[in-house]
């Protein structure tokens, strides 16, 4: 692996972070705005659990895995 590669992978990574670092403080000012009027009740178990349950954080996850995998095939296959 190439200095540049490992420049792109650690500029990858800070971008997932920071996106994933985002969303996180986002959804915990909606949650804290939020008037006392509410459309539908929610399930127990997304309020117990709502970064697992919030797509938008599985997608972070998952494309950060995918990154990480890739980044550690191409290291090895170099």
């Known amino acids: 692996m ?10 990858a990574l800070l971008v997932i972070v920071a996106g994933l670092f985002y969303t996180y403080m986002v959804g915990r000012q909606s949650n804290a705005k939020q008037s006392s009027e509410m459309d539908t009740a929610i399930n127990e178990k997304v ?16 494309a950060a895995v995918l990154v990480i995998l890739y980044i550690a095939y191409i290291a090895m296959s170099s």
Do not use: C, K
């Open 47 to 62: 309020q117990e659990h709502y970064v697992l349950r919030n797509p938008v954080f599985l997608a972070y996850l998952i």
């Open 2 to 11: 190439g200095p540049l590669d490992l420049i792109l992978a650690i500029v």
